[in-house]
C-alpha cells in the first residue's frame, strides 16, 4: 500500500469518510441505544384498566351506600323491643298518653255501671215499677258520664296546652 502524503487532498478525502464513517456509526450507536431505552421503559400515565378499576371502586362505593339507605327504610319500622311490640307505630310518649286515655274511657264506663246499680237498687225505695227504676238508673249514669267528661276534657286540654307566660307588671 502506498502512502499518502498528509497535505493531499486525497488524505484528506480519506479523514473525512472516515470522520463520516465514525459519526454514522455514533449515530447509530446512539439511536439504538435510546431506541433500547425507549422500548424498555414505561410510560406512567393511568390506563385503561386503572380508571376502570377505580370506576368500579367507586360504583361499588355507590351501590353499597344505596344497599345501606335501602336497608335502614326497610328496618326503620321493624319493632326492637317486647314494649313496642304492641305500639301500633306510635311514639312511647303517644302511647303512654293513649294508654291514659284508655284508662279514663274505662274509669267512666265503671262509674257509670256503678251509678246505675247504685240508683236502680235505691230507686225500689221509690217505686216498684221496672221500667221507672231503669229510666232512672240510666238518666244517673249518664248524668255522671257527662259530668266525668266534661272534667277529663278540661284537665286534657290544661294538661295539653303550653305553659303561659307570665308577664311581670311593675308596680307603681
Not at 425507549?38 to 362505593?61: D, H
Not at 326497610?74 to 291514659?100: A, C, H, Q, Y
Not at 217505686?127 to 249518664?142: H, K, V, Y
Request: aromatic share 6%; with cysteine; hydrophobic share 45%.
Amino acid at each position: 500500500m502506498s502512502r499518502l502524503p498528509i497535505g493531499s487532498n486525497s488524505a484528506r478525502n480519506c479523514n473525512v469518510k472516515l470522520l463520516l464513517l465514525l459519526n454514522s456509526l455514533w449515530m447509530t450507536a446512539i439511536t439504538v441505544s435510546l431506541w433500547l431505552c425507549y422500548a424498555s421503559s414505561q410510560v406512567c400515565l393511568p390506563g385503561k384498566n386503572q380508571v376502570k378499576a377505580t370506576r368500579e371502586a367507586i360504583m361499588q362505593r355507590i351501590r353499597d351506600e344505596q344497599q345501606n339507605r335501602e336497608y335502614a327504610a326497610m328496618v326503620s319500622s321493624v319493632v326492637t323491643s317486647e314494649s313496642e311490640r304492641f305500639s301500633l307505630g306510635f311514639k312511647p310518649d303517644e302511647v303512654k298518653e293513649i294508654k291514659s286515655h284508655i284508662a279514663t274511657i274505662f274509669n267512666i264506663g265503671f262509674s257509670a255501671a256503678a251509678v246505675f246499680t247504685a240508683v236502680y237498687v235505691a230507686s225500689r225505695t221509690m217505686t216498684d215499677d221496672p221500667g221507672i227504676r231503669m229510666l232512672l238508673s240510666l238518666a244517673g249514669a249518664i248524668l255522671i258520664v257527662a259530668v266525668e267528661a266534661t272534667l277529663y276534657i278540661s284537665y286534657a286540654q290544661r294538661a295539653t296546652a303550653p305553659p303561659k307566660k307570665k308577664s311581670s307588671k311593675s308596680k307603681k
